[in-house]
């Protein structure tokens, strides 16, 4: 960078230095434009640039510099206060505050110094005139820093009694203050108060609501306010993370993730700021951020994953361990070295206070993705003694036994306890007597399918011998855990059933073997062996030598067959005669299985016949003509489940239910669906199922509209966790994110949603999720980073999203997307950059056959090329102007002519108003805007805003080239269509005090 020779090469480096990121290199550009500055010989040059150093130390991690350039000052004030400027005069008197306030984060400032500089202050105030607010404020501060709350009370009650004047902070910093003291007294909701017109955005400056949105996390989750506070740490972070001076705000935000069950997203912001673990400059924040890593790092330690590799000072790798240990010890000391200065513990104590804290929520889905998980590792099943496990294993297939019979779905997690301890007897029995050889032989004489079901006899004679029918159950329900990967272990428990006399459960584990290997699609051959134990079971039970339970079973699994070859194979080609005749087939097994259960247990109260009934209509809904005609047999079966007090195999044919009335339009019954099926589930529902039905549910209230659209966020939300949780983060849950974001921005919730789009969008592929929603996912988040001013970003990602879009067969939304872009361009100050991209946009609009949208492109590239050429942009306005005449000449019916004569008439706005801007005053401009008045006025109501507009446009021009009467005129006629326009928020409401104004300058 070169040297500035001059005061106002000075104040454009300064200014263009104050737009850098916080940081070194700012502070260092700082340093060298003052030693610039001195070299002028000016005063005023080198004042201004101690001025900009102070502030850019203020606003940085090396606060403990600005100290030096104020005392020299305050020392140049003192010597020559003619020097100063009135802007600099103010400054000066401004920075008093943060001086006050700076020192009392450094330990290594006197108490009595500070109180000798809050005199100092107080009298140099005084003596210029200004308030006692900013002195009252600062002492405030100091006393409730060393912990006299009496003091800071008093302090408080004056510093707001005192009058407001020049010298007090903004409305923002100053209700962050009184905020932050109501909930160190206690009173969160208080707080909360204080701070809503900064959390509404009422109030802002440079470091609010940043502040205000940070601090509001602990009380909101305090009071239950979750979902204020899941949108303040979503919005708060996105402004904190890139300012470099906010490392106390930021450990708040840390800390919130570790109160709320996000220990890898605390973990996550942790990594983006390593700096903030060592940076010296400002002691007091440094502690903040220590004190919170030391709290996560011990949530780590309690959820068992202490020895984990995790982010921590440069140099050296950390297990979460040893940095709870060295954040603890270097906070403290941080703390002791402030308690030693202020003569009090009242620093340590708090810190000692936030390092214990609990976690103030279990779980609180945030929406954005981790990349890294932070669950904790399963603890091994303690070991238990051979002498005692007899009773615990006896005790174990009691449950498992009981659960099984009342078809609870942790049947197969309670076999699977008795499968663990059957293996933990007999690896302890060698050690209680050495005798494991009887059950090595009673293993080896059972099937050698028993290994398979990763069972184990006793080793010893005082163990549990399972028996035959025993492990049965114990290899079947482990099938059934399986799915599609079960069906080896059906044949195990079959052929251990035979052996343990029950031919009739032996034959319904083969049909359900059978019924498995359809599942993973192999059909062929699947009916043929699934009727083999379907006729020797029949004839066993007329034989009376098996039950009404396991024949229905039988009748359940060959039905379940017919059902899949009815539904055919994915992947395969599809055989219409052979599916037409599995569906018939299926429809006469599940009468099949009602009229059995009916003739021969029709009072039955036993869960597993009831169930077969339940499903058996359900089958019957399947195979329906239609939608309608399956609705009264699908809603059978869930009353059946209901009654049989099974309510979690309701989940299934809910959810078919709520897809039929949705396919029909019937939003409510969609909706009273879904939430039957999440309340039916329950904690029986597995993460994926948790997932789907959300998901399904967020979509149905989205379409509902209005009210609803929250709601549906909110099951976007727990759909995304529950994905997570599945495993599938980056398949449905990016798209569950996907859908969160989109949900988001149809609120206006442009932070929260950019955040939730931003992480998600690594995730999103075309080969995954389809280009389409990764389209939609940048089409969204550009829109949202326009909003919040961030106009780069968001013409990035509107590119991005028009590169996707242009391989589209229909260009139509690759042309949007490309305007947008230049839109973003534009705002973002690259010219050139948005001339290409209009011009892009242009001919996508051109070749569509879209006018309006060709016009609007060309329009924009003159007002973009009338900053350097005003020539050529008059060649793109009349480019404009033809092409909209042209139109209207080949234009046949009013709806094609009406939004052509609307361009045309917005066009000569638009040129009027540029020439006026870029030419000054004149008669060309005048006609333009004439011209563009009686386009408006010719389309009527429809264009009234426009017309008033034009008008206003034209009321100025005709006012500065000294036609006041026109003018008057002009104001007068958007007035008289204000008062006739009888909706007080129809599209006049905003042109009134225009108009108002127009007419007062034009009448004098």
């Not at 400027?85 to 000066?92: P, Q």
């Not at 919170?292 to 982010?311: E, I, K, N, Y």
């Not at 879009?805 to 534009?826: K, N, V």
Request: aromatic content about 6%; overall charge negative.
């Amino acid at each position: 960078m070169t040297s500035v020779t001059s005061l106002d090469e000075l104040r454009r480096a300064i200014a263009e230095n104050g737009e850098r990121p916080e940081g070194p290199a700012r502070n260092a550009r700082a340093e060298q434009l003052l030693a610039d500055a001195e070299s002028l010989g000016l005063p005023l040059a080198v004042i201004e640039a101690l001025g900009h150093q102070l502030t850019v130390y203020n606003y940085s991690s090396e606060k403990d510099k600005a100290f030096v350039p104020f005392a020299r000052l305050l020392r140049m004030w003192d010597e020559r206060p003619e020097d100063f400027d009135a802007y600099e005069t103010h400054s000066l008197f401004w920075r008093f505050k943060w001086m006050s306030t700076g020192m009392l984060g450094q330990p290594h400032i006197p108490l009595d110094a500070m109180e000798n500089w809050l005199e100092e202050m107080e009298r140099r105030y005084r003596l210029a005139g200004h308030s006692e607010r900013a002195v009252r404020s600062c002492e405030f501060h100091v006393a409730s820093h060393v912990g006299d709350l009496e003091r800071a009370e008093a302090a408080y009650a004056a510093w707001l009694s005192a009058d407001r004047d020049r010298m007090a902070d903004c409305y923002a910093c100053e209700l962050q203050g009184q905020g932050w003291w109501q909930v160190l007294r206690g009173r969160d909701e208080e707080a909360l108060e204080v701070w809503a017109p900064v959390l509404e955005g009422r109030f802002t400056c440079a470091h609010e609501p940043h502040n205000v949105l940070a601090s509001s996390l602990l009380p909101l989750l305090r009071l239950g306010r979750l979902g204020e506070a899941k949108a303040n740490h979503l919005r708060g972070f996105r402004l904190v993370r890139a300012t470099e001076s906010m490392r106390a705000s930021y450990a708040e935000h840390v800390e919130f993730c570790a109160l709320t069950g996000n220990e890898a997203r605390a973990l996550e912001l942790l990594a983006q700021r390593p700096a903030y673990f060592t940076d010296d400059g400002h002691p007091s924040s440094k502690g903040d951020y220590l004190a919170v890593t030391a709290l996560l790092m011990d949530r780590l330690v309690a959820l068992g994953m202490g020895d984990r590799q995790v982010p921590g000072p440069a140099g050296r790798d950390w297990t979460a361990a040893e940095l709870a240990a060295h954040a603890r010890e270097e906070a403290l000391a941080l703390a002791d070295a402030f308690d030693r200065r202020n003569g009090t513990t009242y620093v340590s104590d708090r810190l000692r206070e936030r390092m214990a804290r609990e976690p103030l929520v279990d779980r609180l889905p945030l929406g954005v993705r981790v990349a890294v998980g932070t669950a904790a590792p399963r603890p091994a099943a303690p070991a238990v003694a051979a002498s005692a496990e007899a009773q615990d294993l006896a005790a174990l297939l009691a449950e498992a036994r009981r659960r099984s019979e009342a078809l609870l779905p942790s049947a197969v997690e309670a076999w699977e306890a008795v499968e663990r301890a059957a293996a933990g007897s007999a690896e302890a029995g060698p050690a209680e007597g050495g005798a494991a050889e009887a059950g090595s032989a009673e293993a080896g004489s059972a099937e050698a399918g028993s290994a398979e079901a990763g069972s184990a006899e006793a080793g010893s004679a005082e163990a549990v011998e399972l028996s035959a029918r025993d492990r049965a159950e114990i290899a079947e329900h482990r099938a059934l855990g399986l799915g599609p990967d079960g069906v080896d272990l059906f044949a195990t428990a079959a052929a251990l059933y035979a052996e343990a006399g029950d031919l009739g459960e032996a034959l319904a584990s083969r049909a359900r073997g059978v019924y498995a290997r359809t599942l993973s699609g192999k059909l062929d051959g699947a009916l043929e062996d699934v009727t083999e134990p379907y006729r020797q079971c029949l004839a066993l039970f007329a034989a009376g030598d098996t039950g009404v339970r396991q024949t229905a079973s039988v009748l359940m699994a060959r039905a379940r067959v017919l059902l899949r070859l009815a539904q055919g194979a994915d992947g395969q080609e599809p055989d219409p005669a052979a599916e037409a005749e599995a569906a018939e087939g299926t429809r006469e097994a599940a009468r099949e299985v009602l009229a059995f259960v009916a003739e021969h247990a029709p009072d039955t109260e036993d869960p597993h016949l009831l169930s077969r009934t339940a499903e058996a209509h359900a089958m019957l809904g399947d195979m329906a003509a239609g939608p309608e005609e399956a609705v009264p047999e699908l809603s059978l079966a869930v009353r059946q489940f209901l009654d049989a007090g099974l309510p979690w195999y309701t989940v299934e044919y809910e959810s078919r239910l709520a897809a039929i009335a949705h396919h029909l339009d019937d939003l409510e019954a969609a909706r009273r669906h879904l939430r039957a099926a999440l309340e039916h589930g329950g904690e029986a529902l597995p993460p994926l199922g948790h997932a789907h039905l959300h998901l399904q549910l967020s979509e149905v209230l989205a379409e509902s509209g209005g009210d609803a659209v929250a709601e549906a966020g909110d099951h976007a939300l727990e759909a995304a966790h529950w994905a997570d949780e599945a495993g599938q983060s980056a398949t449905l849950g990016a798209y569950a994110r996907h859908r969160l974001g989109g949900l988001l921005h149809r609120q206006g919730r442009w932070a929260e949603a950019a955040e939730v789009m931003e992480s998600t969008l690594p995730d999103l592929t075309p080969e995954t999720h389809g280009d389409g929603t990764v389209v939609q996912t940048l089409w969204w988040l550009g829109d949202c980073l326009a909003s919040l001013g961030d106009h780069r970003d968001a013409a990035e990602r509107r590119l991005r999203a028009a590169e996707l879009a242009a391989r589209w067969p229909d260009q139509r939304d690759h042309a949007t997307l490309a305007h947008l872009a230049a839109e973003s361009l534009s705002r973002a100050e690259l010219p050139a950059e948005a001339d290409a991209a209009y011009a892009r946009a242009g001919e996508l609009w051109r070749e569509l056959g879209d006018l309006p949208g060709q016009v609007r492109a060309l329009r924009a590239r003159a007002w973009l090329a009338a900053e350097e050429d005003v020539a050529t942009a008059r060649a793109l306005m009349d480019r404009a102007l033809d092409a909209c005449r042209k139109a209207l000449a080949v234009a046949e019916e009013d709806g094609e002519r009406l939004p052509v004569a609307a361009e045309l008439a917005g066009t000569r706005h638009q040129f009027g108003g540029l020439l006026a801007d870029h030419e000054g005053p004149s008669e060309e401009a005048h006609g333009h805007l004439v011209e563009a008045v009686s386009g408006f006025a010719a389309l009527g109501d429809p264009a009234r805003a426009a017309h008033a507009d034009a008008l206003l446009t034209l009321g100025r021009l005709e006012a500065a080239l000294g036609r006041p009467a026109d003018a008057a005129a002009r104001a007068r006629e958007v007035l008289a269509a204000c008062d006739a326009d009888s909706d007080p928020s129809g599209p006049l409401r905003t042109r009134r005090s225009d108009a108002e104004a127009l007419l007062r300058e034009a009448t004098g």
